[in-house]
């Protein structure tokens, strides 16, 4: 992921790899949350939890595969 995120900086601004840095920081699912509810609760729920919206929750979506938000 590293190497992808520090590719795409290099492509898009144009600058040397070496002055990018990337920073991952992971957070539990009980301390964020999309719909109104917590994420670990989501996920307990099972893959077809679905938000009041009826759409799947963000924990369950497919990755974009142009690198843009996930597809709903």
């Not at 920081?25 to 996920?43: I, N, Y």
């Amino acid at each position: 992921m590293v190497k992808r995120v520090t590719g795409a900086f290099v492509d898009a601004y144009k600058i040397p790899a070496e002055t990018v840095q990337v920073w991952i920081h992971e957070v539990p699912t009980d301390s964020w949350g999309a719909a109104r509810s917590a994420m670990a609760h989501r996920r307990r729920a099972g893959p077809s939890a679905r938000g009041p919206d009826g759409r799947r929750s963000a924990a369950r979506r497919e990755p974009s595969r142009r690198g843009g938000p996930p597809s709903p």
